[in-house]
């Protein structure tokens, strides 16, 4: 069974800053897909990016960038020009390619911003 | 369009009692999950349809849980004699078709507490 794996259950960072956030997942499978979930306090969850397994380049968009080490195991977020609404939990998702579309969620990061 | 909407938001049970969560997906969107937050936990897979079929419901908990989405569109999430560690937020999801990376919507969750 796949896993995934949030070690860091917060983080802070200063308006502007950067900070990169840690997800690491377990599969034996070869073709899968890797997401970023933003879920603010009001509980709606958004997606933030998404990294096809089969691609070695990097995802981007705008500031929220990710790290993909695929024998790794290791799929981090970096969060660029931090903004005060960029404050929610993270939760770092897997899908398997094959079968249904669920997803197996990490226990997620709060991420606090400061000013 | 309008996105995912659940109701209740918030639902408060005294433990035995039977609750039922509705869920209306994004129109015209094949794929319905639901999804078992508990406090300060990831989102759990309980149950997916493809349009009408329930083609996984591996998360289900216990016989106590039951979903169904008669034509296709709307869902309901019955949880039957509910007990105290059914209390969680309900997460619905909807994508527009299966497979590939597409995107699921999440609606904003109804909070059950049963007391």
């Known amino acids: 069974a796949q896993t995934v794996t949030q070690s860091q259950p917060e983080m802070s960072v200063q308006e502007a800053e950067t900070v990169t956030l840690s997800c690491t997942y377990d599969t034996s499978e070869s073709d899968y897909y890797l997401f970023w979930y933003k879920q603010p306090p009001s509980r709606q969850m958004i997606l933030v990016i998404r990294q096809e397994a089969y691609k070695q380049q990097n995802a981007t968009e705008n500031r929220f960038s990710v790290n993909f080490q695929k024998a790794a195991k290791s799929f981090s977020l970096k969060i660029s020009d931090s903004q005060l609404g960029d404050a929610a939990m993270y939760f770092c998702?897997?899908?398997?390619?094959?079968?249904?579309?669920?997803?197996?969620f990490g226990t997620g990061t709060r991420l606090q911003v400061f000013p | 369009g309008a996105g995912v909407s659940q109701s209740p938001r918030y639902k408060v049970a005294k433990r035995g009692q039977d609750v039922a969560l509705r869920c209306d997906p994004i129109?015209?969107?094949?794929?319905l999950f639901w999804y078992q937050q508990a406090l300060g936990q990831g989102p759990e897979f309980l149950t997916y349809f493809q349009n009408e079929a329930q083609l996984d419901k591996s998360g289900l908990p216990s016989d106590r849980f039951f979903a169904e989405r008669p034509e296709g569109s709307v869902s309901t999430l019955k949880i039957q004699r509910t007990q105290q560690e059914d209390s969680a937020v309900y997460l619905c999801?909807?994508?527009?078709?299966?497979?590939?990376?597409?995107?699921?919507?999440f609606g904003p969750g109804t909070r059950l507490t049963v007391t």
């Open positions: 999801a909807s994508s527009l078709v299966q497979g590939a990376s597409y995107e699921q919507y």
């Open positions: 998702a897997y899908r398997s390619a094959a079968g249904t579309d669920k997803l197996i």
């Open positions: 129109s015209g969107h094949v794929s």
